[in-house]
């Protein structure tokens, strides 16, 4: 099993930047695909960004490719969600997922993730 805190929300003006953070517990992260969802007011959960087990792989929804980068460390337990150039409609609370797989691929959907963090919100004022 692992445990994964959000960290690093927060207010912040219409072209900001924000870096979100999502700390594992255990010893196997190495192990683990991570995804970051979002939810937003009122609407259902949407992929984000994901990232396979070594960081080599990378997938983004289409809503944030270019503004957002998705990286990991490993040996610090962390996946990372750089958002740059945030709009209000990036307004949501931001969760992050791990699923522990043997295949070398990414997970873009929430149904594909066993373990969730318990959301970090971002509010992107206009």
């Known amino acids: 099993q692992v445990q994964l805190v959000e960290s690093g929300g927060g207010l912040v003006q219409a072209g900001g930047s924000l870096r979100l953070s999502c700390a594992a517990s255990?010893?196997?992260?190495?192990?683990?695909?991570m995804g970051w969802f979002r939810q937003a007011p009122g609407k259902e959960r949407e992929f984000v960004a994901a990232?396979?087990?070594?960081?080599?792989?990378?997938y983004y929804a289409d809503s944030v490719k270019g503004r957002f980068t998705i990286s990991r460390d490993n040996a610090k337990r962390t996946v990372y969600l750089q958002m740059n150039s945030l709009k209000p409609e990036d307004t949501a609370v931001y969760y992050c997922?791990?699923?522990?797989?043997?295949?070398?691929?990414?997970?873009?959907?929430?149904?594909?993730?066993?373990?969730w963090g318990q959301g970090t919100q971002v509010t992107v004022s206009s």
């Open positions: 990232i396979n087990r070594s960081g080599g792989k990378i």
């Open positions: 255990g010893r196997t992260f190495s192990s683990y695909a």
């Open positions: 997922a791990a699923r522990f797989t043997y295949s070398d691929g990414y997970y873009y959907s929430g149904r594909d993730y066993a373990y």
